[in-house]
Structure formats: structure tokens, C-alpha cells
């Protein structure tokens, strides 16, 4: 086995060879061109989308807005409750908030900024973000660092401890190798950790920077990254309420617009956290609500389980302030509260 500082590190040949490398293998998605500048209402679009989900689960996302909303000027035109209904499903909801937010703020200035600094400056667009719109969009030679990225790196160098806590050693491994053609570089470095250099089957063979890769010549490159400890999740529990018409709607209402899932619809209950003392004190009025089991959700530091109620109630059902009746499907519901209602519509069979 060799040590770390057997192998040499990686430069702009390496560069050279991932690019080479891009241009025969690169992926084809929605938002990519091949010839000529991207265009960054698209690339930040995706961008967004992409954070925390996977390029299967953006796609038809990404192509449904695109149709829907082909501007930036359009996305900032649309309706809040029409945008957090096409975001349902894509999880993480402050990201759609902040997406209405940033198109508005870049339609009212007319244009997205064309540096990494300015677009840092727009809602919801982080370091990441406004690096990869640079250089993807504008071609400024920013340094790009996602999680694909940072396990690549990790391995190139068979870094000891988790790449977070080695943040600029792994950018200045990645801008040793960056000498041109900064978009196409981010890019292939994603391509590379998505399809070459995977989480669990990494296949060297094919890699274009292989040479250098200490963690391949030690010949075990998954013990790379080196993993942080995880703090445990909590655990979260709660009460739901569907209540459902002679017409088949089922009672909503909006969440806060601060906090998880904030502003969007959901089904009755009681807040999350402890168990609710007396469940029926979070009904939206009394009805023959019978037990129809349990749904348990993860969140990122959190797992809910909720325990859902349904009742059948007559067309002249009363409407509690806030609450809306909606057919199921036109409710905009996210994951967690589609599981909620299929669980209570589910138990009336
Ligand atoms: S050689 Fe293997 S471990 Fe190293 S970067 Fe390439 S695919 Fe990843």
C-alpha cells in the first residue's frame, strides 16, 4: 500500500484529461447546451431543483416549469400558491419560497447578475449555487464544489478526515486542475462523482484522472470519504385529521410560511414535536373520526410519525377559519401529506 504523499498531485493536465473526457461522456440534461453559453434563468433553475434531490427526480420537474414558466420574468409572474403546487413532492420547500423570491428580485433588476458576488446576493442562492451559475452561465472561473465534487476530491487525495472540515484543501485541489473552460469543468467534475466515481461502485478503470487518484492506488477508494459523525434525529410525533365530504373533498389548510413545509397545504392536527396529550383537542370539529393507522416521514434532522383520523361528514360540514375543501389531487399536497390522506382514504375503502 501506498502512503498519501506517494502520489502526485493533481494540475492542469488532469484538467485537460477530465475535460477530454467531458466531451465525449457528458451527460445530456434538459438544461445543458452543447455549443454556446447556458442560459442562467435554466441553469439556476436546476441548480435549485437539484440541491438534496437526485437528476432522475429533477428532470420532469425542471421540463414542467420550463414549459410552464420558459422566463425568469414569467417564474416571477406566477401565482405563490401555482409555483409551491408544481414544487410538491420535490421536498424541501424553503428552496421554492426563496426560488419565487429570487425570480422576483432578478426580474425586477431585469437580468441575473453575471458574477458569483452578485448572484451570492440573490435569495436563496448560496456559495455552491452562485458559483456554478458563474461558471456554468457566465464562464467565470469559479472553484464549484458540490457533494459529488467533494467525494471525487476526497478520494484524488485520500483526505483523512470528512471533506467539510478540509474545505480549502479540497478547493485548491480543484482550482489546481481548473485552467479552462470553467462551466464545462464544474459540469465534468459533477458527471465524473455521478456516474465514474460513484458513492459505492467506483470504477477507476474508466476514470480520466486515475493516475493521481491516491485513494485508487491504495486500493480500497470507498473508505473515502471519510464520514462525520451523525448526530441522532429527533423524533417527532403528531396528530392528522381528514375529514372528507359526500363529494369527495378533504379539508386543508396553509402551513405558516416560516418553518418546514412552510406554506404549504395540509391536513388538520396538532403540532410536531411531543406526543399530544388529548389527540382530539387538534380535530377541526366533532365527528365520528375513526383511527387510520400511522405515517412516518424523514426529515433532515427529524423523523414525524403521524397518527391519522378520518371521519365521513355531510356536504354541510362546518368550515373552520383557514380551512379550504379540496379535491385531493388539486390540494398541491407535499409527500408527507399525500401519505396522510392516501393512509385516511385508504381506511374508508
Ligand atoms: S480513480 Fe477511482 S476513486 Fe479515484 S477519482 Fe477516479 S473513480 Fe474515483
Known sequence: MRTRSAVRTPGPADGAALLSWYDRHRRALPWRVVEGRADPYRVWLSEIMLQQTTVA???????????????????????DGDVMAAWAGLGYYARARNLLACARAVAARGAFPTTREGLRALP??????????????????????????????????????????????????VAAMLTERAGDFAQAMMDLGATICTPRNPVCALCPIAEPCAARTEGEPTRYPVKAEKKPRKVWQGVAFVPVRSDGTILTRRRPERGLLGGMSEAWGSPWGDAPADPFAHAPFGAPWRPAGG??????????????FVAEVGEGAATPTGGTWQAPAAAGLPTLMKKVVERALGALG
Not at 125 to 131: H, L, P, R
Open 57 to 79: 427526480a429533477v428532470i420532469p420537474y425542471f421540463e414542467r416549469f420550463t414549459r410552464r414558466w420558459p422566463t425568469v420574468v414569467d417564474l416571477a409572474g406566477a401565482e
Open 124 to 173: 436563496g442562492v448560496g456559495d455552491y449555487t452562485s458559483a456554478a451559475i458563474a461558471a456554468i452561465a457566465f464562464g467565470e472561473t469559479a472553484v464549484v464544489v458540490d457533494g459529488n465534487v467533494e467525494r471525487v476530491v476526497a478520494r484524488l487525495l485520500a483526505l483523512p478526515v470528512p471533506p467539510k472540515s478540509a474545505r480549502r484543501e479540497v478547493e485548491a485541489s
Open 295 to 308: 405515517v412516518t416521514h424523514v426529515f433532515t434532522h427529524a423523523t414525524l410519525t403521524l397518527d391519522v
